[in-house]
């Protein structure tokens, strides 16, 4: 289904860039050349087409979970899957900008998903063209993808954004019009939190990777990532390493379970140096991804799977290629490095040596290790990890095992499909390792790990957030692209300033008249150095705008607002000048909010007036306020005419509520502190909650949604002893279960209600 979605998107924006270098067409990884999309650069209309996902029975997957974790080798299941087939020509907005140029934009909605992540299956950019995917608050940008990310199956995938809703952005320059084409074919619901969006319920026993523990395998964890893909109607993650060769051509060789299967390979995403800088943090940078393998062996009888990666793994990722002993010799001790339930990166250490066993399931005779952890634990997720011996060498892969119990570790068993059964068990080059971990047959018993390092000097190659300017000038931020891993950087930019910058991405350099600028930039490392010179790239042009005034509400003013309220509230503003094709983006958020928007809206043309509800105001003014108080405000407008902005500087004031819904219907003494149920129960939009109070205390009433974010404070002042009553409008929220709660003093209370719309 596809409607019209307006999108409250501010223009000061907050932005994720990823950095990867460049790579053949032939690749399928997220070449993400950062960046921002054209909506953060210019004037765009705040309409757009979004398409919205069927609901899913969350309550239903989390029980199917819980009876298949009590299944060995089961992988982690994360999310539900939607085919789909929406592209540029059949669904989306177009939109044609002053140059001739176009932007394309989609927005994919599924409702109270706690991420959304996309699989293309006709994925080509052509010459120039750019694209972005990102959520509704643009804090999390991933992008530009360009030319470099086409494959030859055409299939490519993305990291999945925080929120409900993904927003896709695609720009097409004139010189390349209808050239590019985006088949998005499947969208993933993520039901759980895997990426630390919010508190991540880990075992306690769970150590980080950055803990003192770890501090010997600062080479080994590097070779070590989590890994996304997609069996059927559901999305999974497991983990798994890069492994050595005995030619040490750093081919990038990954090995992880048989039982993570997916689909289809081309999609699969490896999560590179996924982990939390500290030992107590449970956040990591998403930044280093890539997509896409070739299946080269797999064997159940072990449970193992060996892909090929699609390209070679970025410089800026410093990759690690693990060593590897398959002389089946028993380990003095062991170590994983994992990511159960999706954390960060994880490390396990089992003193004791491990023993031979069979694997269940009919796997082969013993060709299993088993171990007991000491510290730490492996759980769903941790799959395919690796288990390394003493000497930082790889003797297997994680299958599973016995749930994961912190209270009992020595009670819990996990089983590693040995490598030295792996190597030769299954007679072909499709069922064993020997074939591809030794390619040239020397019959080595042990490899050693090498750092991904190639030898040759750096290929320069950069970008930047915007190569055109207004005449009035302005900053650029630019961005390192080179290969091969260059370790210094000499730009250079006449004309601007600075003139020269050794940052590897500098940003801010100030551009303030008309003119084309060019831009070079030196890249060096052990092996030799490399010039990039690019004439004109920078172009500093446009037409300027005048300037205008605010009007009214005059600044320190006050609105006075009630939630039944149907009248408006005029903001208006001067004109300027000359363009007669200005348009106006009003904007008001509350004081002190960085980035979070109230309310941002395009009055396009050359009305120079918005009138907005008093009854919408309040909503604001009771989400970012206090019940019964005000909320102080900052509101101003730019005008754009395509080429050149300006923006007011704020008026500032006061939204008063005008509260009616807090009652004390008695004054009689209760007998004890009590919340009561909501009525009615589901409503729509409103709903009165009762309760009692025994005693003066300050009180505290306040709503929630289902993800502990507080949408509502109803009341948040003194009361005196007595039973009260108060009125809660929901119509600014969707449909949805809701939690709300009293607390005082000496009682505490949270109860639930369902908004029905």
Same mark, same amino acid.
């Given at each position: 289904?596809?409607?019209?979605?307006?999108?409250?998107?501010?223009?000061?924006?907050?932005?994720?860039?990823?950095?990867?270098?460049?790579?053949?067409?032939?690749?399928?990884?997220?070449?993400?050349?950062?960046? +921002?999309?054209?909506?953060?650069?210019?004037?765009?209309?705040?309409?757009?087409?979004?398409?919205?996902?069927?609901?899913?029975?969350?309550?239903?997957?989390?029980?199917?979970?819980?009876?298949?974790?009590?299944?060995?080798?089961?992988?982690?299941?994360?999310?539900?899957?939607?085919?789909?087939?929406?592209?540029?020509?059949?669904?989306?907005?177009?939109?044609?900008?002053?140059?001739?140029?176009?932007?394309?934009?989609?927005?994919?909605?599924?409702?109270?998903?706690?991420?959304?992540?996309?699989?293309?299956?006709?994925?080509?950019?052509?010459?120039?063209?750019?694209?972005?995917?990102? *959520?509704?608050?643009?804090?999390?940008?991933?992008?530009?993808?360009?030319?470099? *990310?086409?494959?030859?199956?055409?299939?490519?995938?993305?990291?999945?954004?925080?929120?409900?809703?993904?927003?896709?952005?695609?720009?097409?320059?004139?010189?390349?019009?209808?050239?590019?084409?985006?088949?998005?074919?499947?969208?993933?619901?993520?039901?759980?939190?895997?990426?630390?969006?919010?508190?991540? +319920?880990?075992?306690?026993?769970?150590?980080?990777?950055?803990?003192?523990?770890?501090?010997?395998?600062?080479?080994?964890?590097?070779?070590?990532?989590?890994?996304?893909?997609?069996?059927?109607?559901?999305?999974?993650?497991?983990?798994?390493?890069?492994?050595?060769?005995?030619?040490?051509?750093?081919?990038?060789?990954?090995?992880?379970?048989?039982?993570?299967?997916?689909?289809?390979?081309?999609?699969?995403?490896?999560?590179?140096?996924?982990?939390?800088?500290?030992?107590?943090?449970?956040?990591?940078? $998403?930044?280093?991804?890539?997509?896409?393998?070739?299946?080269?062996?797999?064997?159940?009888?072990?449970?193992?799977?060996?892909?090929?990666?699609?390209?070679?793994?970025?410089?800026?990722?410093?990759?690690?290629?693990?060593?590897?002993?398959?002389?089946?010799?028993?380990?003095?001790?062991?170590?994983?490095?994992?990511?159960?339930?999706?954390?960060?990166?994880?490390?396990?250490?089992?003193?004791?040596?491990?023993?031979?066993?069979?694997?269940?399931?009919?796997?082969?005779?013993?060709?299993?290790?088993?171990?007991?952890?000491?510290?730490?634990?492996?759980?769903?997720?941790?799959?395919?990890?690796?288990?390394?011996?003493?000497?930082?060498?790889?003797?297997?892969?994680?299958?599973?095992?016995?749930?994961?119990?912190?209270?009992?570790?020595?009670?819990?068993?996990?089983?590693?499909?040995?490598?030295?059964?792996?190597?030769?068990?299954?007679?072909? &080059?499709?069922?064993?390792?020997?074939?591809?971990?030794?390619?040239?047959?020397?019959?080595?018993?042990?490899?050693?790990?090498?750092?991904?390092?190639?030898?040759?000097?750096?290929?320069?190659?950069?970008?930047?957030?915007?190569?055109?300017?207004?005449?009035?000038?302005?900053?650029?931020?630019?961005?390192?692209?080179?290969?091969?891993?260059?370790?210094?950087?000499?730009?250079?930019?006449?004309?601007?300033?600075?003139?020269?910058?050794?940052?590897? *991405?500098?940003?801010?350099?100030?551009?303030?008249?008309?003119?084309?600028?060019?831009?070079?930039?030196?890249?060096?490392?052990?092996?030799?150095?490399?010039?990039?010179?690019?004439?004109?790239?920078?172009?500093?042009?446009?037409?300027?705008?005048?300037?205008?005034?605010?009007?009214?509400?005059?600044? $320190?003013?006050?609105?006075?607002?009630?939630?039944?309220?149907?009248?408006?509230? &005029?903001?208006?503003?001067?004109?300027?000048?000359?363009?007669?094709?200005?348009?106006?983006?009003?904007?008001?958020?509350?004081?002190?909010?960085?980035?979070?928007?109230?309310?941002?809206?395009?009055?396009?043309?050359?009305?120079?007036?918005?009138?907005?509800?008093?009854?919408?105001?309040?909503? +604001?003014?009771?989400?970012?306020?206090?019940?019964?108080?005000?909320?102080?405000?900052?509101?101003?407008?730019?005008?754009?005419?395509?080429?050149?902005?300006?923006?007011?500087?704020?008026?500032?004031?006061?939204?008063?509520?005008?509260?009616?819904?807090?009652?004390?219907?008695?004054?009689?003494?209760?007998?004890?502190?009590?919340?009561?149920?909501?009525?009615?129960?589901?409503?729509?939009?409103?709903?009165?909650?009762?309760?009692?109070?025994?005693?003066?205390?300050?009180?505290?009433?306040?709503?929630?949604?289902?993800?502990?974010?507080?949408?509502?404070?109803?009341?948040?002042?003194?009361?005196?002893?007595?039973?009260? *009553?108060?009125?809660?409008?929901?119509?600014?929220?969707?449909?949805?279960?809701?939690?709300?709660? +009293?607390?005082?003093?000496?009682?505490?209370?949270?109860?639930?209600?369902?908004?029905?719309?």
């Amino acid at each position: 289904m596809k409607n019209n979605f307006r999108l409250a998107i501010a223009l000061s924006l907050t932005f994720m860039l990823t950095f990867c270098t460049m790579f053949s067409n032939n690749a399928s990884a997220q070449i993400n050349v950062g960046g +921002l999309p054209m909506s953060s650069m210019t004037e765009l209309n705040d309409v757009f087409s979004i398409v919205t996902m069927p609901g899913i029975d969350t309550q239903r997957l989390i029980e199917e979970d819980r009876e298949n974790e009590q299944i060995p080798g089961t992988p982690f299941r994360y999310g539900y899957n939607f085919d789909v087939n929406y592209n540029l020509s059949n669904s989306g907005t177009w939109e044609t900008l002053s140059d001739g140029s176009r932007v394309w934009r989609l927005a994919v909605r599924s409702a109270d998903a706690v991420s959304i992540n996309l699989a293309f299956k006709d994925f080509y950019m052509p010459k120039g063209a750019t694209f972005f995917v990102y *959520n509704l608050g643009k804090n999390t940008i991933y992008g530009a993808f360009t030319e470099l *990310n086409n494959t030859e199956d055409g299939y490519f995938a993305t990291t999945p954004t925080y929120g409900s809703t993904t927003v896709l952005e695609y720009y097409e320059p004139v010189y390349s019009k209808d050239q590019g084409r985006i088949t998005l074919h499947k969208v993933t619901h993520a039901y759980k939190d895997i990426f630390g969006y919010n508190s991540v +319920l880990e075992e306690p026993c769970n150590i980080n990777i950055n803990c003192p523990i770890g501090s010997p395998w600062v080479e080994q964890k590097r070779a070590n990532t989590r890994i996304t893909f997609s069996q059927g109607a559901g999305s999974f993650l497991c983990s798994g390493s890069l492994m050595n060769t005995t030619l040490g051509d750093r081919q990038p060789y990954y090995l992880y379970a048989e039982h993570c299967a997916t689909d289809n390979y081309s999609t699969i995403v490896f999560y590179f140096n996924y982990e939390n800088p500290t030992c107590i943090g449970t956040l990591g940078s $998403l930044a280093q991804t890539m997509t896409g393998a070739t299946m080269k062996a797999a064997n159940f009888d072990t449970d193992f799977r060996l892909v090929l990666l699609n390209q070679q793994v970025p410089a800026a990722y410093n990759a690690y290629f693990n060593g590897w002993d398959r002389s089946n010799t028993q380990p003095v001790n062991q170590t994983a490095i994992h990511h159960p339930g999706g954390a960060v990166k994880k490390i396990s250490v089992d003193n004791q040596p491990a023993n031979t066993v069979t694997g269940f399931g009919g796997r082969l005779t013993n060709g299993f290790w088993l171990v007991v952890w000491d510290e730490g634990m492996t759980e769903g997720g941790s799959s395919g990890c690796p288990i390394y011996d003493q000497n930082k060498r790889v003797i297997g892969q994680n299958l599973g095992g016995t749930p994961a119990n912190c209270n009992n570790p020595q009670s819990v068993q996990k089983y590693f499909g040995k490598l030295s059964s792996s190597w030769a068990h299954g007679g072909s &080059a499709g069922n064993q390792l020997k074939d591809w971990l030794d390619p040239n047959n020397t019959g080595a018993l042990t490899v050693d790990g090498i750092d991904d390092i190639t030898g040759i000097a750096p290929i320069t190659n950069f970008t930047s957030n915007t190569q055109v300017l207004p005449i009035t000038g302005g900053t650029v931020d630019f961005f390192d692209m080179s290969t091969n891993g260059p370790t210094s950087w000499s730009w250079s930019f006449p004309g601007a300033t600075p003139s020269t910058s050794n940052q590897r *991405n500098p940003g801010a350099i100030s551009y303030t008249a008309t003119g084309n600028y060019t831009v070079s930039l030196t890249t060096t490392n052990a092996f030799g150095s490399n010039l990039k010179t690019v004439v004109a790239y920078i172009k500093v042009q446009g037409v300027p705008l005048s300037t205008f005034n605010l009007l009214s509400p005059p600044s $320190l003013s006050r609105i006075v607002v009630s939630s039944n309220d149907p009248t408006t509230a &005029a903001f208006t503003w001067g004109v300027s000048n000359p363009s007669p094709t200005v348009k106006y983006s009003f904007k008001i958020k509350k004081v002190g909010t960085v980035p979070e928007d109230m309310l941002v809206s395009d009055n396009s043309g050359l009305a120079t007036e918005i009138n907005i509800r008093k009854s919408f105001l309040d909503s +604001l003014a009771a989400r970012y306020g206090t019940a019964g108080d005000s909320v102080m405000c900052a509101w101003r407008v730019t005008a754009f005419n395509g080429a050149d902005s300006i923006t007011t500087n704020s008026f500032i004031i006061t939204i008063k509520r005008d509260v009616v819904g807090i009652n004390q219907i008695s004054s009689v003494l209760p007998e004890k502190f009590s919340l009561y149920n909501n009525y009615p129960n589901p409503f729509n939009p409103s709903t009165n909650i009762k309760f009692d109070i025994i005693k003066n205390d300050r009180v505290l009433l306040v709503v929630y949604n289902m993800l502990g974010e507080k949408v509502a404070t109803l009341v948040d002042q003194n009361l005196t002893p007595g039973s009260y *009553n108060v009125d809660f409008n929901a119509s600014s929220l969707s449909s949805g279960m809701y939690f709300y709660r +009293l607390e005082t003093q000496d009682f505490s209370e949270t109860k639930r209600m369902a908004l029905i719309k």
